[in-house]
């Protein structure tokens, strides 16, 4: 074998796989740990002095006592095998940590059904004395930690540590470590036969030291943690917008392997702060059927995400449910695009009377009788107060006036993807009958803020990306009067009051 196929410490580590992705916020902030590939459990990459001595000790100890004796190869451990054999009695093996960590290395030496020939054996020497003539023992011994496979899909022992043990492995103990080492020789033993091993080296490790090993707790332990698996698949204040990056990124990428970091435009300090405000609001109004709920918070000049809550979570009956994308209906959100499309249209203006007053409309399916939310009526009211406050009647006039056809006209220019025509949905589509998603919603609202100029919402996945000016999609004018509307505390004061949560700083 060419000294050129062995590669250097620095390649091995820079190469080292992962089976999750770290997302982090634009400043570099970790926002979500996401497992990206179903395979295999691998975590980050540990550095010796990050593995706890307990652990180190009983590994060496149980895999290649002389592993800083010897150069790649334990000649007496294979005198030892060799006589075994000759005589068939049971033997360690002769295979070192370093050898271990060649075939690791080296897919020619991976071993089949039957084990591995000796031409695989012999190569297997070979690199062994190649990579301790390159490498450092503690080089060896690093690399060979992060790259064995443990127990099913666990290689390496940053995964073993935060699968079984709950834990970082600097933090292992005694009997974790012992654990540890006996799965490295029989990985997919049952409990019952990994405690055995783990006891025996813990007892030769104390035999060692002139002392006695109580093999009890090691046993209770092995029972337990080799049944569950304690690391989640996902861990993080945004699963759904790692996983909507994560979405993007394979787009970008197509069949490349993940990558280990994912930097995305959210703001870790907001992101959290949606989360906090989103657990609160809905713990307020427990009983009152509102179970779930989302956040959204785009920048009004790029269209970059800032923050991204798509459920409550552990407050949530359907935490997997992403309410940012999902369809839902809009209700009373649809008006100021209304009236903004009838302010440009010069039927109305911010001063106009509308009646507020019962009314029968007939359609195609029997009357239509729209309703306030508070079931009462005022008469005759201005368009400011009409959307300030919320109130269906005039909307639904409102809309009468414009069409619900051209009404799902401009809903599509501001990319509110309707399913069906205007006419589909009637004059209920001033109170939100459609179906469309937080997102795409919220982006629309952007429109309003840029003097009626639309442009999409910029990627998840953080990087330089050109300015987008976008097309002018509603009036300024009319963008203007509506903004204005919004902010106006007395033209909502009919229905909320002038002290409500609509009454913000800004």
């Not at 060496?60 to 030892?80: I, K, N, P, T």
């Not at 060799?82 to 080296?106: D, V």
Request: charged share 20%; net charge positive.
């Amino acid at each position: 074998l060419p000294a050129a196929a062995l590669p250097s410490f620095a390649e091995v580590k820079a190469a080292h796989p992962t089976s999750e992705t770290r997302f982090l916020d634009r400043h570099g902030e970790l926002l979500q740990r996401q497992r990206t590939d179903p395979t295999v459990r691998q975590g980050a990459w540990v550095a010796l002095p990050e593995v706890s001595p307990a652990l180190r000790g009983a590994l060496v100890y149980s895999e290649d006592r002389r592993f800083y004796e010897h150069s790649g190869v334990d000649w007496q451990a294979v005198a030892a095998a060799a006589w075994g054999n000759l005589w068939n009695t049971r033997t360690r093996g002769a295979s070192t940590i370093t050898m271990q960590l060649a075939g690791l290395l080296e897919g020619d030496f991976k071993a089949g059904g039957q084990g591995r020939s000796w031409t695989q054996k012999a190569g297997q020497a070979v690199w062994a004395q190649r990579l301790e003539a390159r490498w450092r023992k503690d080089q060896i011994l690093e690399a060979y930690l992060n790259r064995v496979p443990f127990r099913g899909e666990i290689v390496g022992v940053d995964a073993l540590a935060r699968s079984l043990f709950a834990k970082a492995p600097h933090g292992l103990n005694a009997d974790e470590a012992a654990i540890t080492a006996a799965l490295v020789r029989a990985p997919n033993a049952a409990p019952e036969r990994v405690a055995a091993r783990a006891c025996e080296v813990q007892q030769a490790m104390a035999r060692a030291q002139g002392a006695k090993a109580d093999c009890l707790s090691v046993r209770l332990l092995a029972g337990s943690v080799l049944r569950d698996r304690r690391w989640a698949a996902s861990e993080g204040d945004a699963p759904h917008a790692a996983r909507r990056a994560w979405a993007e990124w394979r787009q970008q990428a197509g069949t490349r392997a993940a990558p280990a970091q994912v930097r995305t435009t959210l703001w870790a300090p907001l992101q959290r702060e949606a989360q906090t405000l989103l657990q609160r609001q809905l713990r307020s109004l427990l009983g009152r059927r509102v179970e779930d709920g989302a956040v959204v918070v785009l920048d009004n000049a790029s269209g970059e995400v800032l923050a991204w809550v798509g459920s409550s979570g552990l407050l949530s009956q359907a935490a997997e449910v992403d309410g940012v994308t999902a369809l839902r209906q809009p209700g009373s959100t649809l008006k100021p695009f209304l009236y903004a499309q009838a302010i440009a249209e010069k039927r109305l203006s911010a001063a106009s009377l509308i009646e507020d007053a019962p009314t029968h409309i007939p359609t195609a399916g029997g009357l239509y009788i729209p309703q306030n939310y508070d079931r009462s009526f005022r008469g005759w009211v201005s368009v400011r107060t009409a959307l300030g406050s919320s109130l269906n009647i005039p909307a639904v006039r409102t809309l009468a006036m414009v069409s619900p056809e051209d009404f799902a006209v401009q809903l599509l220019r501001l990319d509110l993807p309707l399913r069906e025509r205007g006419d589909y949905y009637g004059l209920g589509l001033a109170l939100g009958s459609a179906e469309v998603s937080l997102l795409s919603l919220t982006n629309a609202y952007r429109t309003l803020a840029n003097q009626g100029r639309h442009g999409p919402v910029a990627p998840l996945l953080a990087g330089p990306r050109q300015a987008v000016r976008g097309d002018t999609v509603l009036d300024p004018g009319a963008a203007f009067i509506v903004g204005d509307i919004l902010s106006d505390t007395n033209a909502r004061a009919a229905t909320f009051g002038t002290d409500s949560l609509l009454a913000t700083r800004v």
